[in-house]
């Protein structure tokens, strides 16, 4: 009895993307560029993961797969980053790529936090500047950050536990289709070609 595995489009790839692009947001609203890029490969190879289950394409998946764990590296760093693991400082412009001095949108507008600015017109040369300071915050920036990075680690994780499992369901699927002669040039039906004498010999029978 041949069993044939079908895939359709997983609701949970659904949640995927859309993890991706809620983080992709907030560090637009922050100007970090280098988690900008990360994000947006991701989303990219997330779709190509997404197209390759549906269209019956492994290394489509392979590719997702190894990419998962780039992906729970690069946040795991982030998390290193803003808890200052290792020598890092989440005050550095790393993320930004030196550009700007700008942080992380949570930062300034985390749960509970009060934003004040107050002009510097008493200070030379910064008349035009103003001095903003966040108070009231139920929450550290940092440790939101950090609890968004343990959660596309966690979806990364489970992501490879089911693209490993795809993978290998469309391997024996291949398998299968091949050992019945899916993939044999010369069908089981073949009729052997060979000339032979046989077939055209006259048979003599004694008088």
């Given at each position: 009895?041949?069993?044939?595995?079908?895939?359709?489009?997983?609701?949970?790839?659904?949640?995927?993307?859309?993890?991706a692009l809620e983080r992709q947001v907030f560090d637009f609203l922050g100007?970090?560029?280098?988690?900008?890029?990360?994000?947006?490969?991701?989303?990219?190879?997330?779709?190509?993961?997404?197209?390759?289950?549906?269209?019956?394409?492994?290394r489509y998946i392979v590719v997702y797969a190894i990419w998962t764990a780039v992906w729970v590296t690069w946040n795991i760093f982030i998390i290193c980053f803003y808890l200052e693991v290792g020598g890092l400082s989440k005050d550095s412009e790393l993320l930004t790529f030196n550009i700007s001095r700008?942080?992380?949108?949570?930062?300034?507008?985390?749960?509970?936090?009060?934003?004040?600015?107050?002009?510097?017109?008493?200070?030379?040369?910064?008349?035009?500047?103003?001095?903003?300071?966040?108070?009231?915050?139920a929450l550290e920036y940092r440790y939101i950050e950090v609890m968004h990075s343990s959660f596309q680690i966690l979806i990364a994780l489970v992501g490879f536990v089911y693209a490993c499992y795809v993978v290998s369901?469309?391997?024996?699927?291949?398998?299968?289709?091949?050992?019945?002669?899916?993939?044999?040039?010369?069908?089981?039906?073949h009729v052997n070609e060979?000339?032979?004498?046989?077939?055209?010999?006259?048979?003599?029978?004694?008088a």
């Open positions: 009895m041949e069993t044939t595995v079908v895939f359709q489009a997983n609701p949970g790839h659904e949640d995927f993307r859309l993890a100007y970090q560029w280098a988690p900008i890029l990360a994000n947006f490969l991701h989303i990219i190879i997330v779709i190509l993961g997404l197209f390759g289950t549906i269209q019956y394409r492994p700008h942080q992380s949108w949570w930062s300034e507008n985390g749960p509970g936090c009060v934003r004040k600015e107050a002009s510097m017109s008493g200070i030379a040369g910064l008349d035009s500047h103003s001095y903003i300071s966040v108070i009231g915050c369901v469309f391997t024996e699927e291949e398998d299968s289709f091949d050992f019945i002669g899916g993939f044999d040039p010369f069908p089981l039906y060979k000339p032979t004498n046989l077939l055209f010999k006259q048979t003599y029978l004694p």
